[in-house]
C-alpha cells in the first residue's frame, strides 16, 4: 500500500500552478496581440476608407444633403444610387472587423489579466 507522502502532494500542486500560470501567460499574450493587431487593421482600414470615400466622391455626393435640401428632394432617387455607388465597402467591411475584433479581444485579454491577477504567489520549488 502507498504511503501518504506530504512533499510528494506539494510538489504535485506546485506543478499544476506553474501549469496553469504559464498558460494564462500564454492566452494574456495572445490576446494582446490580437488586440494590437486588430486596432492596427482599424487604423489603417480606417485610412482606406476615408481616402476610398474622398476618390469615389462619396463625401461630395453626401455634402448635397447639407448644402442644396431642394435639388436633393427633387432627384433623390438618383442621389441614393449615386451614394450607393460611391459607398467604399471593401474599406469599411475592414473596419468594421477590426473594430468587432478589438472589442472582442480586449473583452478576452481583461477577462485572462483578471484571473492572472487572481491566481496565488508561486513560491519557489524544493528539490
Do not use: C
Amino acid at each position: 500500500m502507498a504511503e501518504h507522502n506530504d512533499f510528494l502532494a506539494d510538489r504535485i500542486m506546485a506543478q499544476i500552478a506553474r501549469e496553469t500560470r504559464r498558460r494564462l501567460v500564454i492566452k494574456t499574450a495572445a490576446f494582446g496581440v490580437l488586440l494590437a493587431s486588430s486596432v492596427a487593421l482599424m487604423v489603417s482600414a480606417g485610412f482606406a476608407d476615408a481616402s476610398a470615400a474622398y476618390g469615389t466622391g462619396f463625401f461630395a455626393f453626401f455634402s448635397l444633403i447639407f448644402t442644396d435640401f431642394r435639388a436633393v428632394m427633387a432627384d433623390f432617387s438618383d442621389l441614393a444610387f449615386s451614394l450607393l455607388d460611391s459607398f467604399p465597402v471593401f474599406p469599411s467591411i475592414a473596419l468594421l472587423a477590426g473594430a468587432f475584433s478589438a472589442v472582442w479581444s480586449a473583452a478576452g485579454f481583461a477577462s485572462e489579466l483578471a484571473l492572472f491577477r487572481r491566481l496565488p504567489r508561486l513560491s519557489p520549488a524544493r528539490s
